[in-house]
């Protein structure tokens, strides 16, 4: 009895009650018999955007206020390095139990209580009575950050697992969006004169309340399976350390152009400052501008095209703008670095998820791991070329880095059965890449 199995969101459709349906085509001798098999509340992937919103707007707020935590202490250059090693250093270490706690306590818990200890950490960094003090605040703020940034990517595949088609990358640009928000409102409100110790506090209070507001519209935590790691660290190790060097070179790339395109304006194009500032800009935009194409993109694409293809042009983006050594070229080169690095992390943590054998938190923690040593190392690395050298000759390792993506990306994806092609019936069921049913038109 030939019997085919696929699923489909495209056969699925909304009930009375405002509910998206996921179907399952069961075909039997040439004719199919349709039945419903999830009911996904609309409301999930809203509280998974808001999460990502928030934590993009945690970050920003942190970052705008950099200089103000300098001054309030009174600090050296070293000691705001120091500083914000520890939030890198309490990054790191939670990352590598997040796994752990999520398939412990659920991506649902684990999100709300991560959530509100980002929050609580936001408003409390201005408010510390001392530089230590401050110093022991940002370790707590990488740690919540981190949990955070896990949890909510187990919670978003698990998302994308039931609508049956990509949707990471939005959820990614919403990191975006919540990154440029925080420092437009931090912008707007100094402006205004209102102090940064104010605005700190109202942001934890609004993403607290948030948290809070979105957390019942989850999805029920996801029953591991016997074959899943379970609830114990989980070292990175087979196709996530290649997923993770790929995560890592993305973030080399990311982090060089967050610390270092301003300065390379400013210092070796000798431009003004106002129009420098716009080297973020340019670059932050772009980021957020790809992530919300990027779905539609991987799914018409792959994986594989958008990341070899991504890194590509990044590499000649970063080429291109050293080479010119014009302001408006450095401006349009660092928009389509953006663009092409813009889907890295998201498609890399979706295909995390989906590698045999291990739960989707132990595989995006075990990527997020090794990416945030690219994201926290590169930006040193650079500085220290540049020292040596000049800055334009140490940018250089950013379209080597971007370009060595492109390569791994062809290499490491077919391993896991992204082979180019639409990546659409894999996002549709939470089952490891390469063992998905035969489908049937």
């Known amino acids: 009895m030939p019997l085919s199995v696929s699923a489909s969101p495209a056969d699925g459709g909304n009930d009375a009650s405002g509910q998206s349906h996921v179907r399952i085509h069961v075909g039997l001798r040439g004719g199919h018999v349709i039945q419903p098999v999830l009911s996904l509340p609309r409301s999930a992937r809203l509280a998974t955007n808001v999460h990502f919103f928030l934590n993009g707007l945690a970050f920003a707020t942190w970052g705008v206020h950099v200089p103000t935590f300098k001054h309030l202490h009174g600090l050296s250059e070293a000691e705001v390095a120091l500083a914000m090693l520890a939030a890198g250093v309490g990054a790191l270490v939670a990352v590598l139990w997040a796994g752990a706690l999520v398939g412990r306590f659920g991506a649902r818990a684990v999100c709300a209580v991560s959530g509100l200890m980002t929050a609580a950490?936001?408003?409390?960094?201005?408010?510390?009575?001392?530089?230590?003090?401050?110093?022991?605040?940002?370790?707590?703020?990488?740690?919540?950050?981190?949990?955070?940034?896990?949890?909510?990517?187990?919670?978003?595949?698990?998302?994308?697992?039931?609508?049956?088609?990509?949707?990471?990358?939005?959820?990614?640009?919403?990191?975006?969006?919540?990154?440029?928000?925080?420092?437009?409102?931090?912008?707007?409100?100094?402006?205004?004169?209102?102090?940064?110790?104010?605005?700190?506090?109202?942001?934890?209070?609004?993403?607290?309340?948030?948290?809070?507001?979105?957390?019942?519209?989850?999805?029920?935590?996801?029953?591991?399976?016997?074959?899943?790691?379970?609830?114990?660290?989980?070292?990175?190790?087979?196709?996530?350390?290649?997923?993770?060097?790929?995560?890592?070179?993305?973030?080399?790339?990311?982090?060089?152009?967050?610390?270092?395109?301003?300065?390379?304006?400013?210092e070796s194009l000798a431009s003004p400052q106002a129009l420098a500032?716009?080297?973020?800009?340019?670059?932050?935009?772009?980021?957020?501008?790809?992530?919300?194409?990027?779905?539609?993109?991987?799914?018409?694409?792959?994986?594989?095209?958008?990341?070899?293809?991504?890194?590509?042009?990044?590499?000649?983006?970063?080429?291109?703008?050293?080479?010119?050594?014009?302001?408006?070229?450095?401006?349009?080169?660092?928009?389509?670095?953006?663009?092409?690095?813009?889907?890295?992390?998201?498609?890399?943590?979706?295909?995390?998820?989906?590698?045999?054998?291990?739960?989707?938190?132990?595989?995006?923690?075990?990527?997020?791991?090794?990416?945030?040593?690219?994201?926290?190392?590169?930006?040193?690395?650079?500085?220290?070329?540049?020292?040596v050298a000049t800055l334009p000759v140490a940018l250089c390792l950013v379209a080597l880095f971007a370009a060595a993506l492109a390569v791994l990306a062809r290499r490491v994806l077919p391993i896991m059965g992204e082979l180019g092609t639409s990546t659409d019936d894999k996002a549709s069921r939470s089952v490891p890449v390469g063992q998905e049913p035969r489908q049937h038109g």
């Open 121 to 266: 950490a936001v408003g409390a960094l201005l408010q510390l009575p001392s530089y230590w003090t401050g110093v022991m605040g940002l370790f707590v703020f990488g740690v919540a950050n981190s949990l955070f940034d896990v949890a909510m990517n187990a919670h978003a595949v698990e998302v994308e697992a039931a609508y049956g088609r990509p949707i990471m990358s939005s959820c990614h640009g919403f990191f975006s969006l919540g990154g440029l928000g925080g420092a437009a409102l931090a912008s707007l409100l100094a402006v205004a004169g209102v102090a940064a110790t104010t605005h700190t506090l109202w942001v934890a209070i609004g993403a607290a309340a948030l948290t809070i507001a979105v957390v019942p519209a989850m999805l029920p935590d996801r029953a591991q399976t016997s074959d899943e790691t379970g609830y114990s660290f989980m070292r990175p190790r087979g196709v996530i350390v290649l997923l993770g060097a790929m995560a890592a070179l993305g973030l080399v790339a990311e982090g060089a152009m967050y610390d270092w395109s301003v300065l390379y304006l400013r």
């Open 277 to 387: 500032a716009l080297a973020y800009a340019s670059f932050s935009v772009a980021m957020a501008i790809g992530r919300f194409a990027g779905d539609r993109a991987r799914a018409r694409l792959g994986a594989l095209t958008l990341l070899s293809v991504g890194g590509t042009l990044a590499a000649s983006a970063m080429l291109a703008v050293l080479l010119i050594g014009h302001p408006v070229a450095a401006l349009a080169g660092f928009a389509l670095v953006g663009l092409g690095i813009s889907n890295v992390v998201p498609v890399l943590f979706s295909c995390a998820s989906r590698v045999p054998g291990i739960s989707p938190a132990h595989g995006i923690s075990g990527v997020a791991s090794l990416g945030y040593l690219g994201f926290l190392s590169g930006p040193p690395i650079i500085g220290a070329v540049a020292q």
